[in-house]
T-cell receptor, first 112, second 113 residues
Framework: GQQVMQIPQYQHVQEGEDFTTYCNSSTTLSNIQWYKQRPGGHPVFLIQLVKSGEVKKQKRLTFQFGEAKKNSSLHITATQTTDVGTYFCAGGSGAGSYQLTFGKGTKLSVIP | DVKVTQSSRYLVKRTGEKVFLECVQDMDHENMFWYRQDPGLGLRLIYF???????EKGDIPEGYSVSREKKERFSLILESASTNQTSMYLC????????????FGQGTRLTVV
């Protein structure tokens, strides 16, 4: 079945440093979604990418979808303590299924 | 404001008990999902439903069953709870399109002793 690999598993950064998490799928995706889960909270939708090579920005967050639609990345510029949490990517197969396959997540810690 | 509500935040059950986890959404969503979340393993899909009385197995359905008698409610059933089912359980819902976001409930932390 479809597998979505996400790296790194953990990342500790000094406040103000940049952060990137990467997502790779074993199959071509119809779309990729990103979620953020704050400590003690539940996953909350951040964004969806659908087109090959798509780049979207939300303030300090930049999301990219690879040309082959098999990989994606989330980059945070100048991290803040409010960025702390676990970031998940989730890939849709598009093969008539509503199922999303989640990566294992990257847990971000920001040292003030 | 969209809402997915899970019946319990924390639950402690004994081995062998039948356990019901309830989830209700108020967004008239067609799709509903049950995931379990374990450290280092991310979110793994147990079951999902795309319509009333319809269900499909996810990646880890063994030891679980589900029920969806009404559109807004999706129940996860542990027929005979075991200690390896101790986990965080998350319910989610989404509209009946592939390119649509999932809304999650607050989660149920289940401990089986």
């Amino acid at each position: 079945g479809q597998q979505v690999m996400q790296i790194p598993q953990y990342q500790h950064v000094q406040e103000g440093e940049d952060f990137t998490t990467y997502c790779n799928s074993s199959t071509t995706l119809s779309n990729i979604q990103w979620y953020k889960q704050r400590p003690g909270g539940h996953p909350v939708f951040l964004i969806q990418l659908v087109k090959s090579g798509e780049v979207k920005k939300q303030k300090r967050l930049t999301f990219q979808f690879g040309e082959a639609k098999k990989n994606s990345s989330l980059h945070i510029t100048a991290t803040q303590t409010t960025d702390v949490g676990t970031y998940f990517c989730a890939g849709g197969s598009g093969a008539g299924s509503y199922q999303l396959t989640f990566g294992k997540g990257t847990k971000l810690s920001v040292i003030p | 404001d969209v809402k997915v509500t899970q019946s319990s935040r924390y639950l402690v059950k004994r081995t062998g008990e039948k356990v019901f986890l309830e989830c209700v959404q108020d967004m008239d969503h067609e799709n509903m999902f049950w995931y379990r979340q374990d450290p280092g393993l991310g979110l793994r899909l147990i079951y999902f439903s795309y319509d009333v009385k319809m269900k499909e197995k996810g990646d880890i359905p063994e030891g679980y069953s589900v029920s969806r008698e009404k559109k807004e409610r999706f129940s996860l059933i542990l027929e005979s709870a075991s200690t390896n089912q101790t986990s965080m359980y998350l319910c989610a819902s989404s509209r009946a399109r592939r390119d649509t976001e999932a809304f999650f409930g607050q989660g149920t932390r289940l401990t089986v002793v």
